[in-house]
């Protein structure tokens, strides 16, 4: 578990043998779910990041709202200019 807090957008991520649940705490954002992370580069075993996340589908979230991301599922965080976002993280390994 950890607790993320944004004030900018994050990487896109996919975490291979990894699903994400998040539960946000305060504030507001878009998650991009689906798609392809076009030059994503694997930053250690079974995780690949890069700059964004093209063709997902998005979503918008606030206070309140959980958000289950599957394993090996591009994922991106983005967070508007002047606007912030915290969010409690629960992974979960999946085989």
């Not at 694997?42 to 918008?60: F, L, Q």
């Amino acid at each position: 578990t950890m607790v993320a807090h944004r004030e900018g957008s994050g990487q896109a991520e996919l975490h291979v043998h990894v699903a994400d649940v998040f539960v946000i705490e305060t504030g507001e954002g878009t998650v991009v779910v689906g798609g392809a992370i076009p030059d994503g580069k694997t930053t250690a075993p079974g995780e690949i990041r890069g700059a964004n996340v093209e063709g997902g589908s998005k979503h918008a979230v606030a206070a309140g709202d959980v958000v289950h991301i599957p394993a090996n599922t591009p994922h991106q965080m983005l967070v508007d200019p002047g606007k912030q976002i915290t969010y409690f993280v629960v992974k979960v390994e999946t085989k």
